[in-house]
């Protein structure tokens, strides 16, 4: 039935989109993404005189640099675009997770639709690590392997191009056995959606 409804809202938005003032790509003004159970229309703020402020407006971190495009050779970067495709197509579908990396009161504040929380300081918790694993499909044999035949596809971001748990993470999951064709990194993270104007949500 869900899948239905999300059909029958594409097609809805295929016509109504061409109304959008400001869109995603020309082919592309808005997708419906369901967060926490009920459906959000995810777009850009029509409003051309829109500016950002407060932190996310900023140019400066004080002891934080710019991350580098690629977090490893086989893990793949992404940016808006393939994410909104990801979010679609997987996400949607309950064939990959968008997992949001900060930490839980600014997810609360704000997030990405779609977005879970995985706050980055979870890594070092052996015990939470194993149950993330667990629910994205990863099983522990008893040799102490990792079976990994039916994991989800997670796209992982954290707060900006300046920010480095993204990047951290995914070489913690990759040290874990979590195959690297199975992950994504947005490194734009919530910065450059912010900049962007994209839909955004309180959890």
């Known amino acids: 039935m869900r899948i239905i409804l999300l059909l029958f809202i594409y097609t809805l938005s295929s016509y109504a989109g061409q109304f959008s003032k400001v869109k995603i790509t020309p082919e592309i003004s808005y997708i419906y993404v369901y967060h926490k159970g009920k459906a959000v229309k995810v777009h850009r703020i029509q409003d051309t005189s829109n500016k950002l402020t407060g932190e996310y407006a900023m140019t400066y971190r004080p002891h934080r640099d710019i991350q580098p495009i690629k977090v490893t050779k086989d893990v793949k970067t992404i940016g808006e675009v393939e994410l909104l495709h990801f979010m679609k197509n997987k996400v949607n579908k309950?064939?990959?997770?968008l997992v949001d990396l900060r930490t839980k009161n600014e997810y609360k504040d704000e997030s990405i639709p779609s977005a879970v929380n995985i706050p980055f300081e979870v890594m070092s918790n052996k015990v939470k690590v194993e149950k993330i694993l667990k629910v994205l499909g990863a099983k522990r044999l008893a040799d102490g392997s990792l079976d990994t035949s039916k994991v989800?596809?997670?796209t992982f971001y954290c707060s900006g191009l300046w920010c480095k748990k993204s990047s951290m993470f995914i070489k913690s999951f990759l040290e874990l056995g979590y195959p690297a064709d199975k992950i994504?990194?947005?490194r734009?993270?919530?910065q450059m959606w912010k900049i962007l104007g994209f839909t955004t949500v309180t959890n």
């Open 94 to 97: 309950k064939q990959g997770v």
């Open 152 to 154: 989800l596809d997670v």
């Open 184 to 186: 994504l990194y947005y």
């Open 188 to 190: 734009g993270g919530f």
